[in-house]
């Protein structure tokens, strides 16, 4: 387990943010800025310690779990490579919108 892990965002996890300020910039740019810091400020947080959440309770190996982060009413779906060292982040999604 290394000391620090790398934190890469996915194309489709850029979007995801992309998307959540252009969302709230409508009513509020101040308040999508301050939201999109803060989101990619516990993203980075998961450099170190990122086994702090939960896996599911089902998957077939360890590495293929896909681990969810709270921050505030926001998902963020990552995926942990003990191999690379590295936290790839998935999808961030507001927790009441359905998966799709």
């Given at each position: 387990m290394p000391a620090?892990?790398?934190?890469?965002i996915?194309?489709?996890?850029?979007?995801d943010l992309n998307g959540i300020f252009a969302y709230i910039s409508e009513d509020s740019p101040r308040n999508a800025q301050r939201l999109i810091n803060k989101l990619?400020?516990?993203?980075?947080?998961?450099?170190?310690?990122?086994?702090?959440?939960?896996?599911?309770?089902?998957?077939?190996?360890?590495?293929e779990f896909v681990r969810t982060m709270p921050?505030?009413?926001?998902?963020?779906k990552y995926q942990i490579d003990e191999a690379a060292g590295a936290v790839l982040i998935l999808t961030v999604r507001h927790?009441?919108?359905?998966?799709q």
């Open positions: 620090s892990y790398t934190v890469y996915t194309q489709e996890a850029q979007a990619l400020q516990e993203i980075g947080g998961l450099n170190i310690l990122p086994y702090r959440y939960r896996p599911p309770r089902t998957g077939a190996k360890q590495s921050v505030g009413n926001y998902l963020v927790g009441a919108r359905r998966r």
